[in-house]
C-alpha cells in the first residue's frame, strides 16, 4: 500500500515517535495487533491487497462484546482507514467511524486495551498514560480524518465525523477553521471600520462594500456548513462577531440616516448569520420595531408632486427628513428655512392683461440645499395650494429644530445672530441706526421690555418695539432672509429663555 514509505528520515521519525510514553501508546494504539490466526490471515489478504476480503475476515470476527472482538474491531478501523488513504469511499468512511465510535465509548473495550497494554510496555505504561490516550483518542481521530479530507478534497471526511464525535482536533483547527476564521474575521474588521453616516449619505460604494464583506463572511461560513462546522462553539463566536458588526451598521443607518429599508435588510442577514439565540433573539426584537417604523413612515410620508419644464418632482416629508430631486436634509440637520411669494401686474399698453404668482419655498443645511419656485397665472391655484403644504409642513416640522438650535446659540453659547440688519443676543435684540454727519445710535429691545410678537405682512417680517404701551415698527426683514419667517417662534422662545 505504501510504495517508498520507507525511507531513512521516515525511520528516523517513527524512531522518535517511539521515545515517549505518551507518543508511544499512541502509535501503538493506532496500528495493528497481529495476535492470532485470523489476525495472521488478514495480514495475508493485506499484503496481497485483497483489501475486501481482508476487510470481510475482521469484520465478521469483530462481532459481539469478547476482548478479541474488540481488537478485532480496532484492527478493522485501522484498516478502513488505510484503505480511504488509497481510494475515496462513503461506504467505508461510514463503516470506520461506526467502528471508532463503538470502540471509543467502551469500558469493556477500555479495560481490555489497559490490560493488554500493560503487558505489552511493562515499563512506562500506567493508568494516567491510558487515561491521556483515551482522553485525546478523539481529536487524534479528528486528525486522521483531516487529512483524508486534505487528501480526497472531499468535505464529508469532516461533516461525517463531526455528526458522529462532534470535535475538533489540532490538524482542522490549523488547516481548516484557522484560514476560514482569519477570512471572517477580516472581512468582519472591514464592517466594523465603516462609517457609513459619516458624510450624511449611504451611496452605491458603500452598498457594494458591505455586500462585498458579507459575502465573504457568507462564503467562509458555507465551507463550515459543508464540514459540518458551522455550529462549533468557536464558529458561532464568529457568526456573533459578524452579526454586532452588521448592527452596529442597522443602527447608523437607522438612526443617522433613516435607511429604514436598507436597514431591515441587512438586519434580517445579521439574524441570519448569528451563532447564538441570545443575539437572535435581541436582533429579532430590533426588527421588529425597525419595521414598524417602515410602515410607520410610509404612512405618514407626504408627497407634494412638483412640475417641471421637462418632467415632475416629488418633495416627500418622511419622519425624519425631506427628499426632493435626490438631495436629502434630515431635519434636525437644517439650518434654515424661508418661503415667500410676489404677485406682479402684466400690462400692454397700459391696459390690464393679469398677474402672475411666484411661490418660493427652501431649506438649507450645512452640505444641501433643496429649493423649489412655483408659478401660477391666479392667486388661487394647485401651486398655491403646493406651497401652502410646504410652508405648513416646515413650520411643524423643521421650524422648531432650527428655533432651538439658534436658542442654544445665544442663551447657552452667547453667540449673537444676525437677520438681516437686525442682532439677535442673550440681552434682547437690535439695530443699528445710521446717522449723516453724527455718530451711529444702537437701538436696542430688551427682553426684559414689552415684547410683540413679530408679523409676517407683504413679503416683510416685521419687528416691534414698546411705545407709550403701544407696538411701533422696530424693523422689517424681507422673508426671502434666511430663517426671518422664524422669527415670529424665535421671539416667543427667547422671551421664554430671557432668565438664563
Not at 255 to 262: A, I, P
Not at 376 to 403: M, N, Q, R, T, Y
Not at 450 to 473: A, F, H, R
Request: hydrophobic fraction near 35%; aromatic fraction near 12%; charged fraction near 30%.
Amino acid at each position: 500500500m505504501f510504495e517508498g514509505f520507507r525511507t531513512e528520515d521516515a525511520v528516523k521519525d517513527a524512531l522518535q515517535r517511539l521515545q515517549a510514553p505518551k507518543k508511544r501508546i499512541k502509535e501503538y494504539f493506532f496500528w495493528f495487533q497481529i495476535a492470532d490466526s485470523v489476525d495472521e490471515q488478514v495480514l495475508g489478504l493485506f499484503k496481497l491487497k485483497d483489501y475486501l476480503n481482508a476487510i470481510r475476515t475482521w469484520q465478521d470476527a469483530s462481532e459481539g462484546q469478547s476482548t478479541k472482538a474488540f481488537f478485532y474491531k480496532k484492527n478493522l478501523a485501522i484498516l478502513y482507514c488505510l484503505v480511504l488513504s488509497a481510494s475515496d469511499n462513503k461506504e467505508y468512511l461510514r463503516n470506520s467511524l461506526e467502528a471508532w465510535k463503538e470502540l471509543v465509548d467502551s469500558d469493556k473495550f477500555w479495560a481490555s486495551f489497559s490490560k493488554v497494554y500493560k503487558l505489552h510496555d511493562e515499563q512506562t505504561a500506567s493508568e494516567d498514560i491510558i487515561s491521556d490516550l483515551k482522553k485525546h483518542v478523539v481529536e487524534y481521530l479528528s486528525d486522521i480524518y483531516t487529512e483524508l479530507h486534505h487528501l480526497h478534497k472531499h468535505s464529508d471526511y469532516l461533516s461525517e465525523f463531526q455528526k458522529v464525535f462532534s470535535a475538533k482536533g489540532e490538524k482542522i483547527e490549523k488547516s481548516v477553521l484557522g484560514p476560514a476564521y482569519q477570512a471572517i474575521s477580516h472581512a468582519v474588521e472591514g464592517l466594523e471600520k465603516m462609517e457609513v453616516s459619516k458624510d450624511d449619505n449611504f451611496d452605491k460604494d458603500e452598498s457594494e462594500k458591505i455586500k462585498g464583506l458579507v459575502a465573504t463572511v457568507q462564503q467562509e461560513l458555507n465551507k463550515l456548513i459543508d464540514l459540518g462546522l458551522y455550529d462549533d462553539s468557536q464558529t458561532k463566536i464568529m457568526r456573533d462577531r459578524a452579526a454586532n458588526a452588521l448592527r452596529t451598521i442597522v443602527l447608523d443607518l437607522h438612526n443617522n440616516l433613516s435607511e429604514l429599508q436598507k436597514s431591515e435588510g441587512l438586519l434580517d442577514v445579521a439574524i441570519k448569520l448569528a451563532g447564538t439565540e441570545s443575539l437572535k433573539n435581541k436582533l429579532r426584537g430590533e426588527l421588529e420595531q425597525i419595521q414598524k417604523n417602515v410602515k410607520d413612515d410610509a404612512e405618514n410620508a407626504v408627497a407634494i408632486e412638483i412640475p417641471g419644464t421637462f418632467r415632475s418632482a416629488t418633495v416627500v416629508f418622511k419622519n425624519t427628513y425631506v427628499e426632493y430631486n435626490k438631495k436629502r436634509i434630515f431635519f434636525k440637520d437644517a439650518t434654515s428655512y424661508s418661503f415667500d411669494s410676489t404677485a406682479t401686474s402684466h400690462s400692454l399698453y397700459g391696459i390690464p392683461t393679469g398677474t402672475s404668482y411666484v411661490y418660493n419655498w427652501s431649506v438649507i443645511s450645512e452640505k444641501e440645499t433643496i429649493s423649489v419656485s412655483l408659478t401660477a397665472s391666479k392667486d388661487e391655484s394647485k401651486a398655491k395650494e403646493d406651497w401652502v403644504k410646504l410652508v405648513s409642513l416646515s413650520a411643524g416640522i423643521i421650524e422648531p429644530f432650527i428655533v432651538r438650535k439658534i436658542v442654544e446659540q445665544i442663551f447657552d453659547r452667547g453667540e449673537t445672530v444676525k437677520f438681516g440688519e437686525v442682532e439677535f443676543t442673550k440681552k434682547g435684540y437690535s439695530k443699528m441706526k445710521f446717522r449723516f454727519f453724527k455718530e451711529n445710535e444702537k437701538l436696542m429691545v430688551y427682553w426684559s421690555d414689552t415684547i410683540y410678537i413679530p408679523k409676517m405682512y407683504q413679503g416683510q417680517v416685521i419687528l416691534w418695539e414698546d411705545k407709550n404701551g403701544e407696538s411701533s415698527q422696530f424693523a422689517s426683514i424681507p422673508m426671502s432672509t434666511p430663517n426671518a419667517v422664524i422669527l415670529p417662534a424665535l421671539v416667543q422662545a427667547c422671551y421664554d429663555n430671557r432668565e438664563k
